[in-house]
């Protein structure tokens, strides 16, 4: 798309001989012949470069330079002189203005600075929108939902957005906890430092150490050069520890004494590294429960949890799923180039019918799936899965065989094992748990059955 060029000028004949020279370089221009009429154009337009006569009807064109950068930092104006003062030249510059012309000079002059300065204004829009779309990701406008409890989440959030204390957040896998926690860290005075996101369910132990504190060359086999470790990449920002439950306590001593002194050891070292980072953490696990039973540092808890907000599952704000779902059937047309897509009624109704044992996450999977099938620009029924179709997917009966957690916990992960073939990696993700928690239960349940 051509760049736009206002010229604003009261002699028309000038801002018609101007028009166009500008117009056979392929410039889209615009004419006004006073400041207010240039202004109003400003409002409803948007212009790359303002060319302005410095004597206007109405306001002076240094002025009026001015005031349009304050305005419209990201456009460029040149302006127009009669007599080409140094005065007004420098005056105009310092008013924000990109260069100035001198009234009658050729086109070999005026046509290479146009192109720079439409250069300039194209890239500091480009700018504009990246920020715009950062802001975006960490702000509290991805979250979506009237109801309730969603609401009184997102109200906690914003009330400790603004201090620096440690967050944690607790809720189901998949309720968007890591939303919450870019919210919180673009709400905070730390928004402009980095924020860095990790897995603590993810990797091993000894890995999960030098992710999170770095290490020296040296330190272990491979170990080839110095690493810096995520808490000192997300200095002067946030840390976000997800899965914080699955930590291996040794690791969980060393995040103690991070919280407590702002210090910690890599791998290898023997000086400690300061870092001035807020640790934003979440769970799906009750992690006082877990304390009881020894999984968790009790004194970590009550470190993490100065300030918790639970997240609600999706089966408990059904009234926010029409409203989610149309925003990611929206997102998702176009990614694949498509305009106008729209949920049928009864495709809402089975929505709103699903007990979501997979909450927000389930729900985006869904909706992609459905519009890539789509063939036309209304979601029906009949793209949904099939268990959603015949209602075999509400909510999950009581009669199961046995009221005792322990062995219904050991059916579960059994079936997951034989559903994904014995793939531990895919039957933790289907459970909703940390691959290390899988791996403890199953150490559990060997350790339970009785040997021949």
Request: aromatic share 6%.
């Amino acid at each position: 798309m051509p760049a736009t060029i206002l010229l604003i000028d009261d002699e028309p004949r000038l801002r018609s001989l101007l028009a166009r020279i500008l117009s056979l370089e392929e410039y889209r221009v615009l004419e006004a012949e006073d400041a207010r009429s240039g202004l109003k154009t400003l409002e409803r337009e948007t212009v790359e470069l303002v060319i302005s006569d410095v004597k206007l009807p109405d306001k002076n064109g240094i002025a009026l330079a001015e005031e349009i950068k304050k305005r419209y930092p990201a456009t460029e104006i040149i302006v127009l002189t009669a007599y080409g003062t140094i005065a007004d030249g420098v005056t105009a510059i310092k008013n924000g203005a990109f260069d100035y012309i001198v009234k009658g000079d050729d086109n070999e002059k005026i046509i290479p600075l146009v192109s720079r300065a439409v250069e300039k204004a194209q890239l500091q829009f480009r700018i504009q929108r990246l920020e715009a779309q950062v802001n975006k990701q960490y702000s509290f406008d991805p979250i979506v939902g009237q109801s309730r409890v969603i609401q009184q989440a997102v109200d906690l959030a914003r009330r400790v957005a603004v201090t620096d204390t440690t967050v944690l957040l607790m809720g189901e896998t998949g309720t968007g906890k890591e939303v919450f926690a870019r919210a919180i860290h673009g709400g905070s005075p730390r928004r402009k430092g980095p924020f860095v996101a990790i897995n603590c369910g993810a990797l091993g132990k000894d890995i999960l150490e030098s992710e999170l504190f770095g290490h020296r060359a040296g330190a272990f086999t491979g170990a080839s050069r110095d690493q810096k470790g995520l808490f000192a990449e997300a200095d002067k920002g946030t840390i976000f520890l997800d899965e914080i439950g699955e930590m291996p306590l040794d690791l969980q001593a060393k995040l103690l004494r991070v919280l407590e002194t702002h210090e910690f050891l890599r791998v290898g070292d023997t000086r400690p590294t300061h870092t001035d980072v807020r640790v934003v953490a979440a769970t799906n696990r009750h992690l006082a429960q877990e304390a009881e039973v020894g999984h968790f540092r009790l004194d970590l808890y009550y470190r993490l949890s100065v300030f918790s907000i639970d997240l609600p599952p999706l089966r408990e704000r059904l009234g926010d799923v029409p409203v989610l779902a149309e925003q990611f059937a929206r997102q998702e047309a176009a990614k694949i180039g498509r305009r106008d897509v729209r949920l049928s009624d009864g495709f809402v109704q089975r929505l709103k019918q699903h007990y979501w044992k997979g909450n927000i996450r389930e729900l985006k999977n869904i909706i992609e799936r459905a519009v890539i099938l789509s063939d036309s620009s209304e979601l029906t029924p009949d793209l949904l899965p099939y268990d959603m179709q015949t209602g075999a997917a509400a909510e999950p009966s009581n009669d199961a065989d046995t009221f005792d957690l322990a062995t219904r916990e050991r059916q579960l992960i059994r079936r997951a094992l034989r559903h994904t073939n014995g793939n531990k990696t895919e039957a933790a993700r289907l459970l909703g748990i940390g691959l290390t928690s899988l791996y403890r239960k199953l150490a559990e349940m060997d350790a339970d059955t009785p040997t021949s």
